[in-house]
């Protein structure tokens, strides 16, 4: 019952919503969750220790940078609700919408950061 206080939680929260939605398309940096939300990256950082916090992401090293992403559901079984939940509730949120248009524009920004974590050759 707590894990799922905490996970209703830490996604009662705009920021923290748009970060899960984010996180679905694709891993990012702190610094690409920074440049989509438009916030602090002291404000962001605190937004992503909630969701890790609540079992919704994980995060992954690689060198110098982490990545975050959806936990696996096997790790955690409610994730699957959880992201079919915000993806009803949010259908037609206009942030939401701009969001994902921004995203494929921030992932290029950082191409090169984000092909070296995924194993991909540079630009």
């Known amino acids: 019952m707590i894990s799922f206080m905490t996970m209703m939680k830490a996604v009662s929260d705009k920021n923290r919503v748009r970060i899960v939605a984010a996180l679905q398309n694709s891993s990012m ?3 690409q969750l920074t440049s989509l939300l438009k916030l602090a990256p002291s404000t962001t950082s ?3 220790s ?3 916090q609540a079992k919704l992401i994980e995060s992954t090293r690689k060198g110098k940078w982490v990545f975050y992403t959806i936990i696996e559901e096997k ?5 699957k609700e959880v992201l079919t939940l915000i993806n009803k509730g949010t259908n037609g949120f206009e ?5 994902k248009k921004r995203l494929h524009e921030i ?3 950082y191409c090169e950061i984000h092909h070296e ?6 630009r």
Request: glycine residues 8%.
């Open 29 to 31: 940096c702190v610094c």
């Open 46 to 48: 605190k937004h992503i």
């Open 50 to 52: 909630i969701l890790q």
């Open 75 to 79: 790790k955690n079984p409610l994730v």
């Open 95 to 99: 942030e939401i919408k701009a969001d």
């Open 107 to 109: 992932l290029n920004e």
């Open 117 to 122: 974590f995924h194993g991909k050759a540079g």
